[in-house]
C-alpha cells in the first residue's frame, strides 16, 4: 500500500537541507535510515532502465583519510557517517543491455526474444547512436539523477548530505580501483547529521522565484 506524506511537510523537509559543510563525527546514521537510503540509489530512475553505475559506501577510515586530500582537504569526507562514490560506467555497451533484458525477464517475466524491439531501441539510440565520450557524458547524466534520488531521501528523513564535486576524479579512480571495473568517479555524496557549530545551517535558502525558474506553457 501506498503512503504518502503532506506537500508542506514535503516543502519542509527540502527547505531543511542545505548542502552540510561541517558533520558531526559522533553521530551515526541507524541501520534502519541507512538501508533506506541504499532502497533510494538502487530505485532511481535512469534512461532506458540501463542504470549505468555503481555506488560506492566507503567506509574504511583509512580509505577515506587517503581520498580527503584528493577532495581538495575537505573534513565531510572523514567526519560524515557514510561517504558514497557515484560512479559512471565508461563504456555502455551491448553487454550491459543484454543484462538489462535478463534482469527484466527475471523480475517481470517473459522471454528475452519478446523484448527485441526494446533491444534494438537501446542499441540504436544509445550503443551505437553515440561514440564513446557521447556514451560517457549520457551515463554521468544519469548517475546524476540518483544523486537527487539520494539527497531527497536523506531529506525526508532528517538527514543531513552534501553533493560534492569538488574532487580529482582520476585520484578516486586510482584509490578506489575503478578504472579497472570500467568505472569512473562522477560525484560524491557525504551524509550524517550537522554539527551544532556549522554556520551555514542557519543561513536562509537562496532560490530565484518561481517565475525565475519555471514557466507554464
Not at 541504499?38 to 555503481?54: D, F, Y
Not at 553533493?163 to 582520476?170: N, S, T
Request: proline residues 5%; positive net charge; glycine residues 6%.
Amino acid at each position: 500500500m501506498n503512503t504518502t506524506i503532506a506537500p508542506q511537510q514535503l516543502v519542509e523537509q527540502l527547505t531543511w537541507r542545505y548542502a552540510t559543510k561541517q558533520f558531526d563525527p559522533a553521530r551515526k546514521i541507524s541501520d534502519r535510515d541507512w538501508a533506506a537510503l541504499e532502497q533510494a540509489l538502487i530505485l532511481s530512475p535512469s534512461s532506458c532502465g540501463l542504470q549505468p553505475w555503481h555506488f560506492i559506501v566507503v567506509n574504511d577510515p583509512a580509505v577515506r583519510a587517503r581520498l580527503k586530500p584528493a577532495s581538495w582537504g575537505q573534513s565531510q569526507i572523514t567526519d560524515a557517517a557514510r561517504l558514497v562514490v557515484l560512479a559512471s560506467k565508461t563504456n555502455v555497451n551491448e553487454s550491459d543491455v543484454d543484462a538489462l533484458m535478463r534482469r527484466q525477464v527475471e523480475v517481470r517475466g517473459g522471454t528475452v526474444e519478446a523484448l527485441k524491439g526494446y533491444r534494438d531501441m537501446i542499441m540504436g539510440a544509445i550503443v551505437k547512436g553515440m561514440d564513446a565520450p557521447a556514451r560517457l557524458a549520457w551515463a554521468k547524466n544519469q548517475t546524476f539523477i540518483a544523486l537527487g534520488y539520494l539527497l531527497a531521501a536523506a531529506a525526508a528523513l532528517g538527514i543531513d548530505a552534501c553533493p560534492m564535486e569538488g574532487f580529482e576524479p582520476a585520484k578516486y579512480d586510482e584509490i578506489l580501483g575503478l578504472t579497472a571495473k570500467g568505472l569512473t568517479a562522477s560525484v560524491v555524496a557525504t551524509l550524517g547529521y550537522r554539527a551544532a557549530t556549522d554556520k551555514n545551517a542557519g543561513l536562509a535558502k537562496v532560490r530565484f522565484p518561481r517565475g525565475h525558474v519555471l514557466t507554464e506553457i
